[in-house]
Nanobody
Framework: QVQLVESGGGVVQAGGSLRLSCAAS????????MGWFRRAPGKEREFVSH????????EYADSVKGRFTISRDDAKTTVYLQMNSLKSEDTAVYYC????????????WGQGTQVIVSS
């Protein structure tokens, strides 16, 4: 069982930056690849970024590529999402998620953290 708790959301002006954190419980954090998703008002949840268990490989949605960076610190059992050059369309609730196997669905989800980008 893995519990995920996001933090770091808030209100920021367009062009600004935020860093989201997702703290995971348990000693098996390194067994999981991690992802970030978001749900904007009135829209479906969408993929934002993913990082493999080793941290070597990452992927990003086209809408955030070049602006967002995902990273992980296994010693702190935490995954981060550095968000730069924020736009109003980045306004959403951001969720982190964990999955054990590369081709499986995500097994665990956090409760989300709100990001509001004001223009």
């Amino acid at each position: 069982q893995v519990q995920l708790v996001e933090s770091g959301g808030g209100v920021v002006q367009a062009g600004g930056s935020l860093r989201l954190s997702c703290a995971a419980s348990g000693r098996t954090f390194s067994f999981y690849s991690m992802g970030w998703f978001r749900r904007a008002p009135g829209k479906e949840r969408e993929f934002v970024s993913h990082i493999t268990r080793s941290g070597v490989s990452t992927e990003y949605a086209d809408s955030v590529k070049g602006r967002f960076t995902i990273s992980r610190d296994d010693a702190k059992t935490t995954v981060y999402l550095q968000m730069n050059s924020l736009k109003s369309e980045d306004t959403a609730v951001y969720y982190c998620a964990a999955k054990r196997y590369a081709f499986s669905e995500y097994d665990y989800w956090g409760q989300g953290t709100q990001v509001i980008v004001s223009s």
